[in-house]
Each structure stands twice: as structure tokens, then as C-alpha cells.
């Protein structure tokens, strides 16, 4: 009976992968505003497409929620999403006095309530990790389980919390320069890297 069991749950998992890439990740990757080369967009994600641009070597795992009704998500090339990530790059209003905030508009925003959030390539966003409008998370960061972010994530720093506060750095001075470097030579590098070269410069 258990390996009976097992054939069919690993029939039934397998079934359900294969969907996802044959099916339902090239169907939203269609719809995207642009989307690059080697994405996987995983089942019960959600997102207004027409607002996400993705770059290349993306995935985006299950119950991922980018809410971007009227700003942009940018997503750079490698970066790994966990499950449940929410990316929000709007706000609501809720400073009109006599007003019910039910009542409030999408019209009656204000210009800034609602901001592009940007991943610039190289990142991994932990499982549950909430980042909020306006948000630039820097080359290299990573973003903890959890997190909610709502200031800019320093590039090759690993953020954490609530709200998120940098934990760590990835590597020291020297090694981030190494490590753009070597990054900088590969094909299909991040075209950011030699912009981050430059800056850490050897020390």
C-alpha cells in the first residue's frame, strides 16, 4: 500500500510540475510587460502582468502575490522568489477626513502612493518576505523569511525582521569586488556587476 501511496503521489507531483512548465508558466510569462530567458513562474501567483517586467534566470515559486495595479515591478536577472513572497508597490489612502477609506478611489490617489519596486539582479527573497512600495533592493542582498521590507536593501547585504534591518553582509569589501570580477566575465553576466566593480573597487 505505501509504495502503491508513493507512486501516486510522486504521478500526481511530477503531473503538476510538468503543467507549470509546459502550461501555466509560459501562459504569464505571455502576458508580462517583458519577460526574459530561463523564468519559471510557478502556480497561484498572482500579479497585474502588464506591470512586471522580468529579466533573465528568474524563478518565482507558488503563492507568490505582486500587487502593481499602478506601478511597476522590476525584476533583474537571477533572482530567486521563495513561496509566498507579497511584492506591494501601492498604497491607500487614508487621509480624507469625513471619508469612509472604503470609500476612497483609485482616482483619488495621491502621485506618490503608488512607486515602482525594483530587484536588481542576483537577489534571494526568503519565503514570506513582504516588500513594500518604492522599495530598490540592491545587487546581490538578500531578504530573510518574513521580512517586511520598507527602506531600500543595500546591495550584497542580507536583511532581516520587522521592519527588515541589515543582519549581515554577504561577503567583505574585497571579496564583493572579486566576486564582480569573476561575475562580469561569464556570459549572460548581470549588467549591473561592472557598474558594482567600479564602485567597490579593490581595497
Known sequence: MKKIN?????????????VCHV????????????????VLICSKTY???KNLVV?????????????????NIIIGNHV????????VTGNHRTDIVGRY??????????????????FEGDNWIGTGAIILKGVTVGV???VSAGAVVINDVPAYSIVGGVPAKVI??????????EHCRRLSGQKGGYSKINNEEQKWGKK
Open 80 to 87: 530567486m522568489f521563495g513561496p509566498g513572497v507579497t511584492v
Open 55 to 71: 529579466g533573465d534566470d528568474v524563478s518565482i515559486n507558488e503563492n507568490c502575490s505582486f500587487l502593481n495595479t499602478r506601478a
Open 140 to 142: 546581490g542582498a538578500i
Open 6 to 18: 508513493r507512486f501516486l503521489f510522486l504521478f500526481f507531483y511530477n503531473m503538476k510540475r510538468a
Open 168 to 177: 549581515k553582509m554577504r561577503f567583505t569589501d574585497n571579496e564583493i569586488y
Open 23 to 38: 502550461i501555466t508558466s509560459p501562459f504569464k510569462k505571455s502576458l508580462c510587460k517583458s519577460c526574459g530567458e530561463k
Open 101 to 118: 477609506m472604503s470609500s476612497i478611489g483609485e482616482d483619488e490617489k495621491n502621485a506618490d502612493d503608488d512607486q515602482d519596486v525594483h
Open 47 to 49: 500579479a497585474t502582468w
